[in-house]
């Protein structure tokens, strides 16, 4: 019996990604971190203000951030001041600062009854679940872009880790600076990161007069 080749079958699913905005998150404006605050404070959402402070200062990966512990930024009956992890991705320190704001709002968070005996600063609901999840995370950061009218498809968690970065790197041109706080082992990976290109450069060098 002769084989007969037959019209191959394809799987007719849409692309994942269709009607999404892939690619970089966008970090927010300082007028976006205002308003977010504002709305959290007058909400007296304490866990959320603080989680959302801390995103800002720390500058970390999601899943480094919702495993932080509270001996991590908090000592002595105080909030530190500055604080250094290491991260899950590189199995290196990153250190970074905790501002006067972040540290009042994570004070008043750890004061909170629901904080008595968590090791962790996120603790999760759910007994078998010690912190927050990153998908969790997630959902709260497209709840505070969405509550200031944004597009929650142009944000995500990766906006929270380049919002203070992408401002130090606009005033200052200091590439090395930014590449310090974020914990990059390459300078190529900051570039990528901040979206550098030639304009910037010519941007920065047209500032400088000599």
Known sequence: M???NLPAI????????????VGQKRPLLPNHVW???VRLELAERKRDLALFNLAIDSKLRGCD??????????AAGLVKERTSIIQSKTDKPVRFEISEGTRKSIA????????IGSKFLWPGRFHERLHISTRQYARLV???VRSIGLDPNSYGTHSMRRTK??????KTGNLRAVQLLLGHTK???TVRYLGVDLEDALSIAESVDL
Do not use: F, H, T
């Open 142 to 144: 497209r709840e505070w």
């Open 65 to 74: 951030l919702v495993k932080l512990e509270v001996a991590d930024v908090y």
């Open 2 to 4: 002769e084989n007969v």
């Open 187 to 189: 300078m190529d990976s």
């Open 35 to 37: 308003a977010i605050r």
């Open 10 to 21: 394809r799987d007719c699913r849409q692309p994942w990604n269709k009607g999404r905005v």
């Open 108 to 115: 008043q968070w750890i004061a909170d009854p629901l904080m």
């Open 165 to 170: 970065v992408a401002q130090i790197y606009r």
